[in-house]
Structures are given as C-alpha cells and as structure tokens.
C-alpha cells in the first residue's frame, strides 16, 4: 500500500474533525444494504425450487443493480479504504491492505448474487452468499483491530486476529442485525410500499409475513446476549460510558421491535410496518455509533499522536512544495523595487540606518546565496540586538524571490 500512502496528503486539522463523522456515515451507508441484500438472496435459496414467486419477490427487496452496487458496495468500501489510511497516519499497521483484500471478495460476492437474481441460477447466489459470509467475517477482524492499537506494531499477518473470540462476537452481531433489517425490510418492500406490494391474494404472501416477522422477533431477543458478550471481551482500554449509554438505548429499541413482531405473529395482518423498519435502521446506526465509541475510547493516545504527527507532516510537506514552487520561481526585478518602495523603505536604505540596519552592512553575507535571504524574507527572525525584530510582511513566493533578486541586484550595482 505505500503507493496509496504516497497519493494521500498529511491529514489537516479540518480533515481529522471530519474524519470520525465520514466513517460512521460510509459504514451507515454500506453495511446495512450489504446485510439486506445478502440476507434476502440467501433465504432465496430456500424457496428457489418449490416457490420460485418467493425466491423473486425477496430478490426484489434489495435489487442489485449496477447502480446499488456501485452507491452502496463500492463507493463506501472504496472511501473507507482512504479514511482508514488517514486514521492510521504514520503507523505501520496495513489496514489499508487489508480492507483492500476484502473489498474484491465482498465486490465479487455481490456481482454473483446480482449475476444469479438476472439469470435465474442458485449456484451464483450461493457462491456469492459464501464470498459474503467470508468478506465480512475478515471485515469484522479489521474492525476489532482498531480497538487494540497495541497490537498495531506486531501486526504482520495476512489477516489480523481471525481466530480472536472478539471477532467472532463481532461477525454474530453483524449477522443478527442483517436477519433483523432484512425481516424488517421484507415487510417494508412487500407488505407496506405501495410499488412493490404483494397481492392480497398472492399465495405465498402470509408465509414470506410470517417469516419476516420471525425474522425480527428472532433478531431482537438474540441480539442483546451478543451485544453483552460483545462488550464483555472488548479490550477495558475501549470501554466508555458512551458505549454503555449507546448500547441501552439499542436494548430497548430491541425490546420494543421484540413485543411488536411477536404481537403481529398473532394477527392476519401488520401494521407500523415503517415504524418498525426506520427502528431497525435506528438500531443499526447505533450499533455502528457504539462500536465508533470504543474506537474513540481505546485510540486517545493515538488521535493525539496523530494531531501531532500529522500537523508537523503537514508542514514539512508544504514547505517541501514551496522550496520546489520557489526554485522554479522566476524573479520579477520591477514587482521586488515595488515591494521595496512601498514596504522597505519605511525601516531600511542602502547606505544609512534607519529603524533597522543599512542594507550595504547587512546583505554581504547573503551574497551567492539568494535562498537564505528568501528563507529570512519568509519568516523574518530577530539577529542583530542593536535593532528591533523585523516584522513578517507575509510575502508571498513571488514576491519574496523578486524582493530577494532586487535587493541583491542593487547592492551589487552599488559596490
């Protein structure tokens, strides 16, 4: 990955702000599509031979069409590449290799499933939905990294802590929020959105209700044992009251889904089906904004190394790009006599002191050497205690190189 190091710049402060916020967002946006998509293509597979009218219409529930699958597989996945590389600034753990490893599988599994919804084949959907299972399992793995950052300088492996409990509680949790947004999001498409609603009479409409139902109950009542056991191995460095305030509310937003879709089991038909959905969505959101906390919690030490660090490579690299800007500078003798009329006068002349020292004393000993001039004219600093410390004129490149080329031009005229 040190080509992509080398297209990023050093991260600004401004960057750094936003960084958290971007994360969130990109994982907000991929994550939970990712878990409908790949949730409803697998339960497909159930009905595929005795009720191909049940295997379509759950593919209808999250199409994959070239469009999903570059907004919300790609983009986010490729954006989570260049964010993860920011955060990780300067240390040498290659998230960025890892993430780009999983990307073309979980890309493939997708372009499988959309393969197999458009020719009508169970075996792309089902190598698809093991690519998938696979991808997200390692991409659970890379997200426990960021938790452990003392891990970071001994991480040398093709893919980090596989075999980790952490990781595994990680991929449950991730699996049971895809069975509760893919129930809710079942109910949602079919039964509630009145362009892809199912017929009243469509024969296997109660039994796709009463699935996405158990789907919900399901993953409510399982999700908060995960979620405890979840915060039982995090490592103690990650922990934070945030967390535990974020993981309540998700608890009860669970109750509420759990009472709700046991009570419409009992009933012909469903109602609050877009409550319960933009709460599944809600609780998914959460999740992600919890495991962020912890993120947060265990990586103190590193965002404050990070601000430094970054803040200084930032400065180096723009002083680089002005060194460079300014030896291809060409020198402007009329803009330097300019500047000289209109600033230096008021404090210097040639050939008597002023406010500060008469040039003829003081440019001698930048003589054949023009870029230590430039570099004083750029940040002045105070040298001589006889005169006051000359101000910064905030000069820019330009200006600087023909003030310098002028200066030096004059004395050498007036020798």
Known sequence: MDILKNMLLPPGVEHLQMLPVLVVFMLWAHLPFAGIAWICNLLSLVFWRRNPAAAR???RVAPLTWSTVCIFIVLPLASLLFLFQHFLFGEMVPVGSYILRLTLPIILGFLLLALGQHRRQAAFVAAGSVLLAGG????SSVMNLIFTPEKWPFIRRPMPDVF??????????FCLVSVLLAGAAILFVLFHWPEKRLPVDAPHA?????????????????????????????????LS???????ALVLVLLAVLAIWSVTMLGRSASRWIAAAFVGALAVSGLLILKDHSLQAAANQEHWVLLNESSARAL????????????????AD??????????????????????????????LPKYAGDMEKLKTFLRNPVKVDAAYPAMPNQGLTELEVASVASFLLKKHDEGK
Not at 136 to 139: E, G
Not at 338 to 349: L, S
């Open 136 to 139: 997200y399992f390692f991409f």
């Open 315 to 330: 400065a180096e690299w723009q002083g680089q790009r002005a060194a460079q800007l300014a030896k291809n500078m060409v």
């Open 241 to 247: 009251l945030n967390a535990f305030w974020l993981s």
């Open 333 to 362: 003798d009329k803009l330097g006599e300019k500047i000289y009329n209109d600033r230096c006068t008021a404090c210097h002349r040639f050939d008597q002191k002023v406010v500060g020292p008469p040039y003829n004393q003081v």
């Open 57 to 59: 219409d759950l593919g």
């Open 206 to 238: 109660e039994t796709l209700r009463r699935m996405a139902l158990a789907m919900v109950s399901g993953g409510s009542l399982l999700l908060p044992v995960f979620m405890i056991w979840e915060l039982y191995v995090a490592p103690e460095p990650a």
């Open 164 to 173: 980790s409990v952490t990781v595994v509680v990680h991929f449950k949790v």
